[in-house]
């Protein structure tokens, strides 16, 4: 081997160490990157928490509220309907009485 295959060899050597070096410290930067990105969200998440601690209550009760009110609705709406249905039944009485007495007085003789 002369010196000018031994230069190109070193020249590759180097060229292909500085390629490896510098991925390996893209790599290790990214890492870093994440590794920060993942804690920042943990902070923000234990934060969250924090911030949610003293209003639990509320938000554990909130759907029992809503199953709550979804009921009284159901039974206002119950309540409606007997009232309608009454109401009906009441007009069809009076209809029923006033038919009746039309009828009776119709076959009373007139004097």
């Not at 031994?6 to 180097?14: P, S, V």
């Not at 009076?94 to 007085?105: H, M, P, R, S, Y």
């Amino acid at each position: 081997m002369d010196e000018a295959q031994l230069i190109l060899i070193l020249i590759a050597l180097i060229g292909l160490g500085i390629t490896v070096l510098k991925l390996f410290l893209d790599l290790r930067n990214d890492l870093r990157k994440e590794r920060s990105a993942r804690i920042e969200d943990r902070k923000v998440t234990e934060a969250l928490i924090e911030y949610l601690k003293p209003h639990k209550d509320i938000l554990v009760t909130q759907p029992h509220q809503s199953e709550r009110e979804i009921s009284l609705r159901e039974q206002e709406l119950q309540l409606q309907r007997e009232r309608f249905e009454w109401d009906q039944l009441v007009a069809m009485a009076k209809t029923a009485g006033w038919i009746i007495e039309k009828a009776l007085e119709s076959d009373e003789p007139e004097k």
